[in-house]
């Protein structure tokens, strides 16, 4: 009993230590997005975003199913970051939303390889156009 | 038939069985004898109920007139000067303009060539990955998440249609993700006929084609015999190119 009252003891000490030296660097400033608030609370969003996007991402390029929630469009247009100039920033900028947490969690995603990482909606030219 | 032959509610039966046809028979609330062939709304899967599918009218598409390239490519940010390095002939091209000459009479045709989007895709034979592959309602697509860029289906496309990304790109259109190492050809626009309902648009090419005043580009649902592609592909002749490959490509021509 005094042996696992010793080793709790133990695991108490390491613990705290670990927490000081995380307090130590400095958290990421995650920028805002621009809606009032995010298609998920952002706790869980945190936590699940890449689960979402990838279930998502399947459902968009297999089924043609293009809702908006998880639309990684959506997110790109309400995260965006701007400039000085008022120029979204691209993922190669290290303000860019995307980067303002991978970068501190050291953790690389390859999105932006195919994917635009600023909004760029275009007008529409027509509307109904086409008579199926 | 007798032309007095009314039905007791003020309608003949022609009337009757044209408002039926157009409405789809209902019977019962959920239960319908036939579908009516229309868009999906946004949030339910691509079906085999649809077939996408293009008919092209080589007697109206102008020689030198390259309205439907020029769509393509702005449409999906193509060619926007990413790809430096790359010779013309690397560069990615989804839909190209060819000139044929029938060396006998010197009669000449011009005709748009892109994805066919086969009913037997070779593409799709040949990926290793499963990452060519055919939408339910037949369009033939690159899943790009799981493309390793060995390009099996370059050569296995009798039509060459599909292009390689050799360098980084940095201005993708938000619709059409496209990216180094990965395989890409025509989408029939995809982005735009899984618009919802009310709001979906004829790819861009056969919109640009409309829109130049030649309307050589009818772009709509094989499988509804209602649409303007049916009728038209049952009034006239047509043919696909290559049909000895028994591919069944989704887009026919007229005049070859």
Known sequence: ?132 | MNKKENSSNGLSRRQFLGTSAAAGMTIAPGISLMSVAEAKPLDTAVSSDQRWGMLIDTNKCAKGCTSCVDACNTENGLNTGDEQLSRQGQKAQWIRKVDLRDKTTGHEVSLPLMCQHCENPPCVDVCPTGASFKREDGVVLVDKHTCIGCRYCMMACPYKARSFIHEELLNQVEDVPRGKGTVESCTLCVHRIDEDTNKQRDPACAEACNTAGHKAMIFGDLKDANSELSKQLKKHSSKAIRADLKLNPGVRYRGI
């Open chain 1, 1 to 132: 009993m005094k042996y696992l009252r010793m080793m709790l003891a133990m695991l108490t000490v390491v613990l705290l230590s670990s927490t000081t030296v995380l307090a130590d660097v400095p958290s990421p400033t995650i920028p805002k997005g621009n809606a009032e608030k995010c298609v998920l609370p952002t706790d869980e969003m945190r936590v699940n975003h890449m689960e979402k996007i990838l279930h998502q991402r399947d459902k968009t390029m297999h089924d043609g199913v293009r809702t908006e929630q998880f639309s990684f469009k959506k997110c790109i247009n309400c995260h965006v970051v701007k400039d000085e100039a008022g120029k979204a920033v691209s993922y190669k900028d290290e303000r860019h939303f995307c980067n303002s947490c991978h970068t501190y969690a050291a953790v690389k995603i390859d999105c932006f390889d195919c994917h635009a990482s600023t909004p760029n909606s275009r007008k529409k030219t027509s509307a109904a156009g086409g008579k199926h």
